[in-house]
Nanobody
Framework: DVQLQASGGGLVQAGGSLRLSCAGF????????IAWFRQAPGKEREVVSG????????YYKESVKGRFTIFSDSAKNTVYLQMNSLKPEDTAVYYC???????????????????WGKGTQVTVSS
């Protein structure tokens, strides 16, 4: 079975750091674009960051640029989101999703992913 497993969330004070992990099982992350999304209470899910390793492309939501870094480890089949200088407004449930590289650029919207991991809660206290 193809699975994504997200982990690494927690409670941290403003200014602190967390590293989220998105581990792939049953497929190679090199064949997929991986993205991190988040959903805060009462708000819609939004794209935070994404990576297409084979293309060397990365994407960051404007509000996280300079604070978050997405990177992959093919040997561990895992994509990470390093989050530094966290702010209370970063509080949300974070999800990772994967879409095949063959479909990444033809889909109608960025939320159309092939696989989703369960969310991991990130809480940033002020």
């Amino acid at each position: 079975d193809v699975q994504l497993q997200a982990s690494g969330g927690g409670l941290v004070q403003a200014g602190g750091s967390l590293r989220l992990s998105c581990a792939g099982f049953g497929f190679s992350i090199d064949d997929y674009a991986i993205a991190w999304f988040r959903q805060a209470p009462g708000k819609e899910r939004e794209v935070v960051s994404g990576i297409s390793s084979s293309f060397g492309d990365t994407y960051y939501k404007e509000s996280v640029k300079g604070r978050f870094t997405i990177f992959s480890d093919s040997a561990k089949n895992t994509v990470y989101l390093q989050m530094n200088s966290l702010k209370p407004e970063d509080t949300a449930v974070y999800y990772c999703g994967a879409v095949s590289l063959s479909r990444e650029r033809s889909r109608s919207n960025v939320y159309d992913m092939d696989h989703w991991g369960k969310g991991t809660q990130v809480t940033v206290s002020s």
